[in-house]
């Protein structure tokens, strides 16, 4: 079971580059998320899908993008990194918005910009 | 946006004594969920929470819904080494999208 997988695991971008952060559920959950964490920060939403078609802003999300490929696929684009952008990112999927058991992480991918 | 003041932010104890940790926020939420993070991976459902009052125990976990649906703490009872790590409290409030907050995680270290 591989639940939540994310690619790539590690990145460095130089500022102004793009990149999409990939991410796929093989639970057959309806809702994905894309979180952020910082030190000290906890971790914050940047945007979700309730369904698939669906898109919605978290509270981060400037500078970001999303697209929901598929009922698997949730993916997290930056246009233009920025220096800020260094973060470590989280996909998480839930079987809905309001799903009891609390939603399903991956392992994260780590962003460094220079 | 809605917080979660969690507390306390770290904490360094020895291996055997129990620890408590609580969130509190000013509104209402409807569920309660704790999380653990080791390092390097993604953060890890310990106990869920549904109802006003609920005590819920996993293993050595135990946390509680409060009362006035606005905190819950989680104890874990004789920890050990494996402990460690990040935990987060995260809620779903009361008329929301159901979007899960998160708090800022308490840090926890044991001393062998």
């Known amino acids: 079971n591989a639940g939540v997988t994310q690619t790539p695991k590690f990145q460095v971008l130089k500022t102004g580059q793009s990149m999409t952060l990939q991410c796929a559920q093989d639970?057959?959950?309806?809702?994905m998320y894309w979180y952020r964490q910082d030190p000290g920060m906890g971790l914050r939403l940047i945007y979700y899908?309730?369904?698939?078609?669906?898109?919605d802003k978290g509270e981060v999300p400037n500078g970001y993008n999303v697209s929901r490929l598929n009922k698997r696929e949730f993916s997290l684009r930056l246009e233009s990194a920025a220096p800020s952008q260094t973060s470590v990112y989280f996909c998480?999927?839930?079987?809905?918005?309001?799903?009891?058991?609390?939603?399903?992480f991956g392992q994260g991918t780590r962003l460094t910009v220079v | 946006g809605q917080q979660l003041n969690q507390s306390p932010q770290s904490m360094f104890i020895q291996e055997g004594e129990d620890v408590s940790m609580n969130c509190t926020s000013s509104?209402?939420?409807?569920?309660w969920l704790w999380y653990k993070q080791d390092p390097g991976e993604g953060p890890v459902l310990l106990i869920a929470?549904?109802?006003?009052?609920e005590l819920t125990s996993n293993g050595r976990l135990t946390a509680q819904f409060g009362i006035t649906r606005k905190d819950s703490f989680l104890n874990i009872s004789a920890s050990i080494p494996s402990d460690v790590g990040i935990y987060f409290c995260?809620?779903?409030?009361?008329?929301?999208?159901?979007?899960?907050?998160f708090g800022k995680g308490t840090k926890l270290s044991v001393k062998p």
């Open positions: 929470l549904y109802k006003a009052g």
């Open positions: 899908s309730a369904s698939e078609g669906t898109t």
């Open positions: 995260a809620g779903r409030p009361g008329g929301s999208q159901g979007n899960l907050i």
């Open positions: 639970m057959n959950h309806n809702s």
């Open positions: 998480a999927s839930s079987e809905s918005l309001r799903a009891l058991g609390g939603a399903f």
């Open positions: 509104s209402i939420f409807n569920t």
